[in-house]
């Protein structure tokens, strides 16, 4: 199995320009989580699906953050406009039973 | 919610020097994971546990579940410079999730 797999790896964008992360998860896996990771506010949830359907959002830190699960083999998570503050490494996870999450490599997001 | 306290934030330690980090939750849990994030990676599962008093080793790592399954610590025995980085607990949510410890952060001097 290729492991949960995330795209871009690195991404540098403007202040205003809206950005677009993707996850593919473990195949077979119900729940699809993304975390957010700065030094200062350490590994933060923001949302998380169950069988396509998102089951808490309440991490998502404003309305310019959105997150979609159209199937069970992608995901994106949107933030739309940037703003430097946003600028973290975005982590995908998926898990299936037991809860054991397995995380992708992460998207490291620098917001200019 | 949920909650657990995870300590030290940090630790520095000589090569050859023992490491302890602790997680300590004021409920009791159904079961506790450990994760591992080196440097510029991405969290990697090591262990769960689930009974009380459950001790499980992993080579040079000791993970031990407490009594009362509200506490929980991973012990690195004459710690080696590939044992740097961030050590994660996280204790189960609602509905499936994950609530992670804030880690500890582990350096070890060569």
């Known amino acids: 199995d290729a492991g949960v797999i995330q795209s871009p790896r690195h991404e540098v964008t403007e202040m205003g320009q809206e950005v677009t992360l993707r996850c593919k998860p473990i195949?077979?896996?119900?729940?699809l989580f993304w975390y957010r990771q700065t030094m200062m506010r350490g590994l933060e949830l923001l949302i998380y699906f169950n069988n396509n359907v998102p089951i808490d959002d309440s991490g998502m830190p404003e309305d310019r953050f959105s997150a979609k699960m159209p199937n069970a083999s992608f995901s994106t998570l949107k933030i739309q406009p940037s703003e430097p503050r946003d600028s973290a490494v975005y982590f995908c996870?998926?898990?299936?039973?037991?809860?054991?999450?397995?995380f992708g490599p992460g998207t490291r997001l620098l917001v200019l | 919610g949920q909650q657990v306290m995870q300590i030290p934030q940090y630790q520095h330690v000589q090569e050859g020097e023992d490491f302890t980090t602790y997680c300590n939750s004021s409920t009791t849990l159904s079961n506790i994971q450990w994760y591992k994030q080196r440097p510029g990676g991405h969290p990697v599962f090591l262990i769960q546990?689930?009974?009380?008093?459950e001790v499980k080793k992993q080579k040079r790592l000791t993970f031990q579940f407490g009594e009362a399954k509200k506490n929980s610590s991973l012990h690195i025995t004459a710690t080696q410079t590939t044992d740097v980085g961030t050590y994660f607990c996280?204790?189960?949510?609602?509905?499936?999730?994950?609530?992670f410890g804030k880690g500890t952060k582990l350096s070890v001097k060569p």
């Open positions: 996280a204790v189960k949510g609602s509905q499936g999730n994950l609530i």
């Open positions: 546990l689930v009974k009380s008093g």
């Open positions: 195949s077979g896996h119900d729940y």
């Open positions: 996870a998926s898990s299936g039973v037991p809860e054991t999450q397995y």
